[in-house]
Every structure is written in C-alpha cells, then in structure tokens.
C-alpha cells in the first residue's frame, strides 16, 4: 500500500491490544524512533479499542490510522456479523473490553 517496508513495526509477542500498544510504544521509544503518524492494522471491530488506547498512551500530536486488515472468516463480516452467533459474541466482546478499559481508565 506505498509504506516503506523500513519503517512498518511488526509487535507480536502481546497477548492483548493493550499490552500491544504499550509495547509497540516503549520498542519506538528504546529505538530512538521519532514519529508523528501511527497507523494500527487489524480487525475492524477491534481499531475502536486500539484507537482508544493509542489515543490515551501516545503524544497529542500524533496522528493515527486506522487501517482494516483482511477478514476470512464469514462470521466477522462487516455486513453480516449479527447473522450470526460467533459475530454476535465477538462484537459484544469487543464492546465489554473497550467499556472496562475505559472503566479502569486504561483507554
């Protein structure tokens, strides 16, 4: 998609979006790496909950992407995942995790 194979930080040892986002930010800041613009690349319904944790955890200057990676499995259709009962667990899911990251002031 045009971004520099260089500059894309891959972070996959966290076990939560949380402890992915601290991570990514305390390996930048080891690294020496300056940046204004952060993108997160993942599941739809998990970029709110990623967004509100960079938001909380990164400087107010930068600016942040969200960017959509690839779903295969038909349970987790943007269109269609209420047809469904792994979608419906899965998005509530994510909905209880952002409300008690905000509740514990996390995000």
């Known amino acids: 998609m045009g971004v520099p194979k260089e ?4 972070e996959s040892n966290s076990i939560t979006i949380a402890d992915n986002v601290k991570t990514s930010l305390n390996l930048m800041d080891n690294l020496g790496i300056k940046y204004q ?4 690349v993942g599941a739809w319904f998990m970029q709110r909950r990623a967004w509100s944790h960079l938001i909380k955890l990164s400087s107010a200057k930068t600016k942040i992407f969200c960017t959509n990676a690839p779903i ?4 987790l259709k943007v269109n269609t995942w209420f047809t469904n009962e792994v979608g419906i667990k899965t998005i509530f899911g994510e909905f209880v995790k952002l409300k008690l990251s905000v509740a514990l002031n996390t995000a």
């Not at 613009?37 to 997160?40: C, D, G, S, V």
């Not at 295969?72 to 349970?75: L, Q």
């Open 37 to 40: 613009r952060i993108a997160t």
């Open 7 to 10: 500059i894309i930080l891959i």
């Open 72 to 75: 295969s499995s038909p349970d």
